[in-house]
């Protein structure tokens, strides 16, 4: 069963839900969602793993800091190395998705020693989002909503109608999301700076820079990785799966042609047999 527990790490508190015992798997969400995004892959790698998915700073049931400069990149990395030792543990298997996978690449670059495996879900490596930020109009227009999510106004925007636009964002495509889902994602946006939380994440972003953090001195990735790629995502398009190898020498990337951002609640049986897959190969 999944259990629940807080850390007192890097001077906040994070929730996590967890599940297993052996080897350690710790899974980031992205924005709008937070642990429970990972719901449907817990069971799976409990078997034989101890999965922990933390709420992120800013999102459910972790505290929430007010000053958007705590959700710069070294913060959120911050957090991870925090929790994992918390955990007891140097050595880990990184999964992300959405921010969680901004999160997940810069702690491969800035941390590789502390990495068994890399699983990147519709996340782009910072130096080919920005690669294609500067010089791809389709993806310079796709990322365009992230300036509204900047924009003082977008807590109203997002909450009004019973946070109408975000659920429209994460099911409207009807291929997933029971009412009692809906109600479980209502209730985590609606707790008292939560919004604000994972808005900021696109606060302290500044410019182009998709991470607002200081580049690491090396953007390598020296750690095998699998990359899971939901074609079809209209915010983070496929050219950012271009040039990769030139960053991840040690890399395997897997498309889904028909699966969206959200291809991890569209497909889970998907996305688990890659990630079975890419975990039990030495």
């Known amino acids: 069963m999944v259990t629940h527990s807080y850390a007192h790490v890097n001077s906040i508190r994070l929730h996590y839900a967890a599940q297993g015992t052996g080897s350690l798997v710790l899974f980031l969400h992205g924005f709008p969602e937070f642990w429970y995004e990972w719901r449907n892959l817990l069971p799976e790698f409990g078997k034989d793993h101890l999965v922990v998915a933390p709420d992120m700073r800013g999102y459910n049931l972790s505290d929430k800091p007010t000053e958007v400069e705590q959700y710069q990149m070294h913060h959120l990395v911050g957090d991870v190395r925090a929790l994992a030792e918390y955990l007891g543990y140097q050595r880990f298997t990184l999964v992300g998705h959405d921010w969680g996978g901004m999160v997940a690449w810069y702690f491969a670059m800035t941390h590789p020693t502390w990495l068994d495996k890399l699983i990147i879900i519709n996340a782009p490596h910072e130096a080919i989002f920005r690669r294609e930020l500067t010089h791809n ?56 700076g939560a919004l604000t939380g994972g ?32 074609e079809k ?12 190898t030139l960053y991840v020498p040690n890399l395997s990337i897997k498309r889904i042609p028909d699966g969206t951002h959200w291809v991890i609640h569209e497909q889970p049986l998907t996305v688990i047999a890659l990630m079975r ?6």
């Open 199 to 230: 808005l900021n994440y696109y606060r302290a972003m500044t410019g182009q820079d998709p991470a607002n953090a200081s580049h690491p001195a090396s953007a390598m990735v020296n750690v095998p990785t699998l990359v899971i790629w939901g």
């Open 277 to 282: 897959e890419f975990l039990e190969t030495s």
């Open 137 to 192: 109009p389709a993806q310079q227009q796709a990322s365009a909503y992230a300036q509204m999510f900047r924009d003082p106004r977008a807590e109203a925007i997002l909450s009004a109608r019973n946070y109408a636009r975000l659920t429209q964002m994460l099911f409207g495509s009807n291929l997933f999301g029971s009412e009692a889902e809906k109600k479980e994602y209502i209730t985590a946006w609606s707790r008292p």
């Open 233 to 244: 995502d209209t915010a983070l398009l496929a050219g950012n799966l271009d040039g990769l």
